[in-house]
């Protein structure tokens, strides 16, 4: 199984990402939830450090209509949406 990330939650299998600025990311992610044993598409917002690694902020996604087609496109890209 191809891979991004590996949590005790989840696997990040493929992420689409857009840069909104200020080391702000938002994402849509396909990932395997592993205790449901299923894939699932995850809305998720992350912040990158000087290191450029990113951490998940739990808090909802917020993103403009015009951020949010950005968006949605990288993820049909990725084939995370169809």
């Known amino acids: 199984m191809d891979q ?3 949590t ?3 696997i990040i299998k493929k992420r689409a990402e857009l840069d909104l600025g200020d080391s702000r990311v938002a994402a849509i ?10 894939d699932e598409v995850r809305f ?25 087609i950005k968006l949605m496109n990288a993820a049909r890209e990725k084939n995370i949406l169809y």
């Open 8 to 10: 005790e939650y989840c």
């Open 44 to 68: 998720a917002y992350y912040k990158r450090n000087e290191n450029s690694k990113l951490t998940l902020i739990p808090r909802p996604l917020d993103v403009t209509y015009e951020e949010l």
């Open 29 to 38: 992610e396909l990932i395997h939830v592993k205790e449901l044993a299923r």
């Open 4 to 6: 991004i990330h590996e």
